[in-house]
Nanobody
Framework: QVQLVESGGGLVQPGGSLRLSCAIS????????RGWYRQAPGKQRELVAR???????VYADSVKGRFTISRDNAKNTIDLQMNNLEPEDTAVYYC??????????WGQGTQVTVSS
């Protein structure tokens, strides 16, 4: 069973930066999409950024130009660099791996709070 563990969340002032990291417990050799989602209170979970099986990156319009997703194959992690954070970015952030056969793996989430 693959386990995903997120880290790096916390409290930051508007305009600040955080870097989230998702540690993957096992190597996954099947083609898969890897990404970050977030869920704010009272809202549905939404895609933040994704690296597709083909290596293409996809970003939500609200984070384009501010967030960067990357994968470190040596460390087996998925990272999300978040710059110029806004209060609207406050949410629980979840790491996800989606296999092309429809299987999904999720982390437990890490809280990001942007507030002065």
């Amino acid at each position: 069973q693959v386990q995903l563990v997120e880290s790096g969340g916390g409290l930051v002032q508007p305009g600040g930066s955080l870097r989230l990291s998702c540690a993957i417990s096992a190597r996954i050799f099947s083609a898969n999409n890897r990404g970050w989602y977030r869920q704010a209170p009272g809202k549905q979970r939404e895609l933040v950024a994704r690296i597709t099986a083909g290596g293409r990156t996809v970003y939500a319009d609200s984070v384009k130009g501010r967030f960067t997703i990357s994968r470190d194959n040596a460390k087996n992690t998925i990272d999300l660099q978040m710059n110029n954070l806004e209060p609207e970015d406050t949410a629980v952030y979840y790491c996800n791996i989606g296999l092309l056969n429809g299987s999904d793996y999720w982390g437990q989430g890490t809280q990001v709070t942007v507030s002065s």
